[in-house]
Structures are given as C-alpha cells and as structure tokens.
C-alpha cells in the first residue's frame, strides 16, 4: 500500500444472548472475502468486537525517540497539528471541539508500570502521548468507551529490541492491566454496597420508638 491509497476497518459484533452466530461478523467475514471491488484501491481490514460495554481497548503505537515502552495515561484534546501521511489534520487541531481538555484513562498506568516486570526493556509511565494520531485515537476511545481503554507506545525495532521482545511486554502489561481493570471494579463494586448499607441505615424503621 502506497501512502495515497485507503483503508477502510469494518467491524462486526460477536455473540450475545441468544445469539451464538451474529450475522453481522458473518457478512463482514464474506465482504472480506469478497474485498470492495478491482477498481478501487482500499485496502480492507476487519475486525470483531465483543457486545461489551466495558471491554479494554488496548493501542498500541511507536514512538521513534524512545528506549522504553511508555504507557500513556491520558489523551489530550488540542495541539493536533502535524498532518498524518495523507496530509490531514484535525480543525483546528482539536480532538472534540466540546469536549474536556484530558481524559484519563480508568487503568492506573503508574500502578501497572510498576508490576510489569520485562526483562530487557523498561516499562515506564507517562501522561504525554504526543499529540498525534496516536493521542488522537486514544482521546477518542477514552471519550467514547468512558475511559476503558489504554495506549502503548513502544520503541523503533532494533537488534536490542525485536519484535519478539515488544510482543512478550505487551503480553505482560496487558495481562498487568485486565489485573487492574478487575481490581478496580472490585473496588467500585465493594464502595456500591457500603453506599447501599449506609443509605439502608439512614432509612426509618416504621416504628415509633418511645
């Protein structure tokens, strides 16, 4: 693929219910097969996705100056002005024009760094993702999946750091991270239930005490 031709991601969704076969990852399997036709030069990825709500998206990008791999913990709004390769970029540089300045992801990325343990490469924290298409996806899914997803930037390959390497890290941190993700709804789940009882407690009994 040059980098004037397009690609186009179609996704389709999974079981649910009582759904074991969704028709809709069965078409976008046959439209795969099929492709979009000799006269036009997209290339065609797909992909499926889970019917989840609070499914863990996880990008994973490079960035060319580093020596670690970063794990970003927030995406920002604005400064989007480098174009990416077919020369766009967004209006004035922003994301979401109403949306928040920086949105955080709900997976503590400090917590994670310190627990993902990858022997011959560091694992370190970050809360710059660099305000390009990487950034600018990550904003997008923390916006739109209320905070469920992650970003990882990784370094260039090199003889110290091959592909195989990269691949067992993020094996780790995203193990490290669907750790942190139950940890956290745990928590959430135990705070609902003191809520419940303290509110239950405040409740009047009906009787009249004398």
């Given at each position: ?5 397009s690609c ?30 000799r006269d ?73 760094s310190r ?96």
């Amino acid at each position: 693929m040059d980098s004037q031709s397009s690609c186009v991601v179609v996704t389709g969704f999974g079981p649910f219910r009582q759904h074991l076969v969704n028709s809709s990852w069965e078409a976008v399997k046959e439209l795969s097969k099929l492709g979009l036709g000799r006269d036009m030069e997209v290339e065609l990825r797909i992909l499926q996705l889970p019917v989840d709500y609070r499914e863990l998206v996880v990008h994973v990008g490079m960035d060319p100056t580093a020596k670690a791999i970063f794990l970003e913990q927030c995406g920002k709004n604005w400064g989007y002005r480098d174009a990416d390769i077919r020369g766009f970029h967004p209006e004035r540089g922003v994301c979401l024009p109403d949306g928040p300045e920086v949105i955080a992801s709900g997976v503590s990325m400090r917590a994670v760094s310190r627990r993902a343990v990858v022997e011959g490469v560091e694992v370190a924290f970050s809360r710059d993702a660099g305000r390009y298409v990487c950034d600018y996806t990550y904003y997008l899914s923390l916006h739109h999946g209320n905070g469920c997803a992650a970003l990882v930037h990784v370094p260039p390959l090199s003889p110290s750091l091959p592909a195989s390497l990269l691949g067992k890290a993020l094996q780790v941190i995203i193990q490290e991270m669907l750790e942190e993700t139950e940890k956290a709804r745990s928590q959430r789940l135990v705070h609902r239930k003191l809520s419940l009882c303290d509110s239950r407690q405040g409740e009047p009994t009906g009787r009249l005490l004398l």
